[in-house]
């Protein structure tokens, strides 16, 4: 099981050119099946039935996974398994009747002005990880970049005399988003007081944002960073990279900005992604409403 999983990985980065993030989505789902298969004593992928992916589905359920993750799961064994299949390695697809999970769609977290601000505003500017993780924290709302795209920015992408930043997507697509002059003074204080110390006497990397071995950041170096910031904070929300990008559209729309020019900045190839924010005002005001409005309170 474990070679043709690593084949299926290959294939799916060598042959499908699939993104980062869809090929990280697509090993954790397929690994925590073959998981699965091993604890029911399932070690041949040509026995998996329909019956044993609806178990699976049921598993999911108990460990309360989201209809969304189940989703995406069954989207991750519908390849690996169709791979198999044109492979010879199994001559019956049990994806084959197998339905998605019907999603129930959830309007996307955000964070007030004010939360933002004391957000951005913990980091201890008078350490060398403290001007970096300000700077890095700036950059995420001014822009509302995905953490891979944060973290594969070079030197060479911000110009920070214009104020902009070029952002490449896993799609190879690129964009410019423009940067507001408190993120321009954080990363220019980053460069020129905290990146060099970083480095320390090593080959320089044209990566921007450094680990404290200066070497590139990991995704999972970042979500500790943020993490730690979120507990240092009595910001009542759950504080993620993501809520930051969240944030970033929902405020610029609040304030007047065309839809599409932030589906632009965000980097969604449909509107229909980026109209979710939309719904997250209405929603937002109809609460307000609600809750305020003398004739419309509940008695």
């Known amino acids: 099981m474990i070679e043709l999983f690593d084949d299926f990985c290959l294939y799916l980065e060598t042959k499908k050119k699939t993104s980062s993030n869809t090929l990280t989505s697509y090993k954790r789902d397929v690994k925590n099946f073959i998981i699965f298969l091993q604890g029911i004593s399932c070690y041949a992928l040509d026995k998996v039935s329909p019956q044993i992916i609806s178990r699976y589905i049921t598993y999911l359920k108990k460990h309360k996974k989201s209809s969304a993750t189940i989703s995406r799961t069954l989207s991750s064994l519908r390849c690996f398994f169709k791979y198999l299949v044109q492979k010879k390695v199994i001559t019956f697809n049990p994806m084959t009747g197998i339905k998605n999970e019907k999603n129930v769609s959830s309007l996307p977290e955000i964070m007030s002005s004010k939360d933002v601000d004391i957000l951005l505003s913990s980091p201890d500017t008078e350490t060398v990880k403290g001007i970096r993780d300000k700077a890095m924290l700036e950059l995420l709302y001014a822009t509302g970049i995905r953490v891979s795209e944060l973290l594969n920015i070079s030197v060479y992408d911000i110009n920070l005399d214009v104020g902009y930043v070029n952002i490449k997507s896993d799609s190879s697509k690129e964009r410019i988003v423009p940067l507001y002059p408190m993120a321009i003074d954080s990363l220019k204080n980053y460069l020129n007081a905290s990146r060099d110390k970083l480095c320390q006497n090593k080959p320089q990397s044209d990566i921007l944002f450094l680990n404290s071995f200066g070497e590139k950041m990991t995704r999972q170096g970042f979500w500790k960073i943020i993490k730690q910031y979120a507990k240092k904070t009595d910001i009542n929300a759950d504080i993620t990279p993501k ?15 065309d839809i599409n020019v932030i589906k632009d900045m965000l980097g969604h190839t449909a509107i229909s992604s980026t109209k979710v924010y939309t719904k997250v005002i209405k929603n937002k005001y109809m609460n307000v409403y609600t809750n305020c409005h003398p004739r419309a309170k509940q008695i």
């Open 243 to 257: 809520i930051l990008r969240h944030s970033f559209a929902t405020h610029l729309l609040e304030n007047g900005a």
